[in-house]
């Protein structure tokens, strides 16, 4: 019996100490899982740490976390939002990450303390008719007040994170007034007839029944992926000299303060900014990698090709609060 016990003891301590007993990490994950898995398969086939994903609203995961505090599970957090990432920072959930690990994702796409590190971006653009002429003069997105839209026009519900999103990177780069009157022109044009999906925008303007949206690029090459005959082309708004430029979003992840499992969640972050990492999120979703010389898919726009807003992706956390006061303040639907 005293043997049995000892063999049974023994067994366990090894099962413990064994590399098949790798640590598994918990994620609450903002981003749909079709957009994740393929990097945390590759990533748990290369290093036999398991992975949870916890998926829902990144800003309701957000404030899960807050409230679970040090009892929570998660030992990392991602989000498809710059500015919840950055919320998350502020609220001091999330630790800081050495410099020289991070270092190979540009600054401007990671919080200033790296507590937070961008792994994807998106581009918000318009996708147009090409049988509706109509909307054949908008070169910016403030085109998309102009009363000649009137009922011609898409866009998301105003509580959409990317449209948040795109709002902050617009009033840093032009101001409140600006912004506020592009929200006012704009739901005069839609009334309340939003969307609750970009797919939704792209089909309708495809469709023929909406002349112009204002959407994330990589709907569109989704749409023409399938259709490639669509009645639709891709404007990137506000270019030339003059133009503030497109405005990016990124999606990116974090470590959580409380996670006793630091070394194996540095190491999952370390995969996803890898070049290997960043070529799945470019495969699986059409996004552009953060990490510089990752090439995009061939059928989306070189980066190089086109002018972007010269805004941090901090600030859409730091002017998140500012953007949502002046949404409420038009009533946007």
Do not use: C
Not at 77 to 88: F, P, R, V
Not at 146 to 168: F, Q, V
Request: aromatic share 8%; charged share 25%; glycine share 6%.
């Amino acid at each position: 019996m005293k043997r049995g016990l000892i063999t049974f003891l023994s067994l366990w301590i090894l099962a413990l100490s064994s590399p098949l007993a790798a640590e598994e990490l918990v994620i609450y994950s903002g981003r749909s899982d079709k957009f994740i898995k393929p990097a945390i398969k590759q990533f748990t086939q290369k290093t036999g740490i398991k992975v949870v994903l916890h998926t829902g609203s990144s800003t309701a995961l957000l404030n899960k976390l807050k409230l679970e505090g040090k009892r929570t599970s998660a030992d990392l957090y991602i989000s498809n939002d710059a500015g919840n990432l950055q919320k998350g920072s502020e609220l001091n959930l999330f630790v800081p990450m050495e410099a020289k690990k991070v270092a190979v994702i540009p600054a401007n796409f990671r919080a200033k303390d790296n507590s937070w590190v961008g792994l994807s971006a998106r581009a918000r653009v318009l996708v147009v008719s090409t049988r509706d002429k109509s909307a054949d003069f908008v070169k910016s997105v403030f085109d998309l007040a102009d009363p000649r839209l009137k009922g011609k026009l898409a866009i998301t519900h105003s509580s959409n994170e990317s449209y948040i999103a795109g709002a902050t990177v617009y009033l840093r780069a032009t101001g409140s007034k600006a912004v506020k009157s592009w929200l006012s022109g704009m739901k005069s044009n839609v009334g309340t007839s939003v969307y609750n999906k970009h797919s939704k925008i792209v089909k309708a303007v495809a469709s023929g029944r909406k002349a112009i949206g204002l959407v994330n690029h990589y709907y569109i090459y989704r749409h023409l992926a399938k259709k490639p005959d669509a009645a639709i082309r891709i404007v990137m708004p506000d270019q030339g000299k003059a133009g503030m430029g497109v405005a990016w979003n990124v999606a990116g992840v974090a470590i959580v303060k409380y996670s006793s499992k630091r070394k194996a969640a540095e190491q999952l972050v370390a995969f996803m900014i890898s070049e290997a990492g960043q070529k799945q999120f470019t495969e699986v979703n059409r996004e552009y990698p953060t990490r510089p010389g990752v090439p995009a898919a061939a059928n989306v726009p070189k980066r190089s090709s086109y002018k972007i807003a010269d805004i941090p992706m901090s600030e859409l956390g730091e002017y998140r609060d500012a953007t949502l006061d002046i949404i409420e303040a038009v009533g946007m639907p």
